[in-house]
């Protein structure tokens, strides 16, 4: 419920109408409507003011009103100030306190349902009905000797009784898992104690065959030693074939173990390299093979698909005696040679792991030492995010190479 509901009740109580509630088509509507029984009561109906308010008359008439205010605070003294309709177009009903029977009652009603014996229960609503009277008389004193009002209320009493019942059950709830515990706890320290005694009667049952078991122990431990000394001599020299093979074993197991896990390392990296490849896009490409002058970025990138291919060149001092750029050189040498088709250069970076394999590409450790020493330790050569903003189909290009 809003506060601001009491003025439209109170335009009500007043007038019996909300004003500007309706749109001008619900009038108009109203008025239709309406014509019959304004002729039937005997009024002129030729008017939308006559007709609208005899529909506000028959709903004043038929409309009833019930509010229901607390007297705790000054909320009710501030309400009735601010809107005096609650007051001069109203019938004011005041409920007075619970006799104590009604106490009773309704307490006997509340605890109905609570697990209690009928002693119990009735010293329970005694005490409730004395709390609740003993607290309206301290109202009553603190009124004389404060000069303040401070009331209890019905709602007092009910939440009083609806504190009991859940106190109570949160309690026995409390204390039914605490016994549940301890009973648990009771059966397996039986359940234990049992076991234990079942455990010492049977090693008791095992001691003769026990004894028995130490003695043929014995002889064979003297059997056992003179066999040793046997066995010391072959065991010396197989001890020696043993070390020197698992030596080669362990440098053979090292060396596959390596194998594997450089292999498992590289080709997921080199399958989702050769996919980025197959879908490069070649009008994308076309973009960059048809700028002038590209960010150093895509230099960069295109700079190291030239070692890998094998174009190699060192800048070297113009006329001026400055020293060229680098990646100017890689990106003429790029344009010339590497991007002149752009299908072969596809072709070429898909099948480069099968020259590889035919050992077709020379100096190749060269070409990745470059690589690893001037490129992979770069964050706007690596980082794809950085790349994919110059062109997306550089993005393969950078894995590829990574790969």
């Known amino acids: 419920v809003e506060e601001e509901f009491l003025e439209d009740i109170c335009n009500i109580l007043n007038t019996g109408e909300v004003p500007s509630l309706m749109q001008p088509e619900d009038v108009d ?52 100030r601010q809107f005096p309709s609650l007051v001069n177009c109203s019938t004011i009903d005041w409920f007075t306190e619970w006799p104590k029977e009604g106490l009773r009652t309704v307490a006997a009603s509340v605890l109905e349902d609570v697990q209690l ?130 030596k080669k074993e362990a440098d053979a197991r090292q060396i596959e173990e390596h194998c594997k896990s450089e292999l498992a390392e590289a080709l997921p990296a080199l399958n989702k390299a050769m996919d980025a490849v197959k879908n490069i896009d070649k009008g994308q490409l ?56 752009l299908t072969k250069f596809q072709n070429n970076m898909i099948n480069f792991t099968d020259k590889i394999e035919k050992e077709e590409e020379k100096g190749l450790e060269t070409r990745i030492e470059l690589i690893q020493k001037n490129y992979l330790k770069k964050k706007e050569f690596c980082d794809l995010k950085v790349v994919e903003k ?3 189909a550089l993005v393969g290009v950078v894995q590829w190479v990574v790969a």
């Open 286 to 341: 076309t973009l960059v093979k048809a700028m002038g002058s590209p960010p150093e970025g895509i230099k960069m990138v295109m700079s190291a698909v030239c070692i890998m291919f094998g174009e190699i060149v060192k800048a070297k001092k113009d006329a001026s005696g400055k020293l060229q750029n680098e990646l100017d050189l890689y990106w003429d040498v790029c344009k010339k040679k590497i991007l002149t088709d």
């Open 390 to 392: 110059l062109s997306g």
């Open 117 to 246: 014996t009928v002693e119990e229960k009735q010293s329970m609503i005694d005490c409730c009905v004395v709390m609740q009277k003993d607290t309206q008389q301290m109202c009553a004193r603190y009124l004389e000797e404060a000069r303040m009002h401070s009331y209890v209320t019905p709602t007092s009493y009910l939440e009083l009784l609806s504190t009991f019942s859940t106190l109570l059950a949160k309690m026995r709830s409390g204390i039914s898992g605490a016994k549940h515990r301890y009973d648990h706890g009771l059966d397996t320290l039986k359940r234990t104690e049992e076991e234990v005694e079942d455990k010492q009667q049977a090693l008791e049952l095992l001691k003769p065959h026990l004894k028995t078991t130490m003695q043929e122990t014995a002889d064979a431990e003297v059997e056992i030693a003179k066999e040793k000394d046997e066995a010391a001599e072959i065991r010396a020299v197989v001890a020696k074939e043993e070390e020197e093979t698992a």
């Open 29 to 80: 509507a109203i008025g239709e409507a309406l014509k019959q029984p304004v002729k039937d009561a005997g009024a002129e109906w030729h008017s939308k003011e006559v007709i609208f308010r005899f529909f506000v008359d028959r709903c004043r008439c038929l409309c009833h009103v019930v509010m229901a205010f607390s007297p705790v605070g000054a909320t009710l003294r501030t309400r009735l």
